[in-house]
């Protein structure tokens, strides 16, 4: 059994800043890929961004330059630093983790608001 723990979510008003943690938990025998989703109310998930095992990364047009995606091997855990947020950037926000072994796990979702 699998446990994404999310953390980091909440109300920010427009330009500050906020940072998502995601530790996971249990029987994962190495993990291949960690990242970061959002649904917006009333719209798909979409990618924010993913890091591979090596450390590459991939990022979403509308999060780049403004959000960083790192990650703690030794912990297992993702994180999301996310900088001048917007309005825009409201939304549920989904951590993702897909093991060696092609097995893929969500997390229970953090709720971010930017707000004034």
């Known amino acids: 059994q699998v446990q994404l723990v999310e953390s980091g979510g909440g109300l920010v008003q427009p330009g500050g800043s906020l940072r998502l943690s995601c530790a996971a938990s249990g029987s994962i025998f190495g993990i291949n890929v960690m990242g970061w989703y959002r649904q917006p109310p009333g719209k798909q998930r979409e990618l924010v961004a993913i890091?591979?095992?090596?450390?590459?990364?991939v990022s979403a047009d509308s999060v780049k330059g403004r959000f960083t995606i790192s990650r703690d091997n030794a912990k297992s855990t993702v994180y999301l630093q996310m900088n001048s947020l917007t309005p825009e950037d409201t939304a549920a926000y989904y951590c993702?983790?897909?093991?060696?072994?092609?097995?893929?796990?969500w997390g229970q979702g953090t709720q971010v608001t930017v707000s004034s």
């Open positions: 890091i591979y095992s090596d450390g590459s990364t």
């Open positions: 993702r983790v897909v093991a060696l072994n092609g097995s893929n796990y």
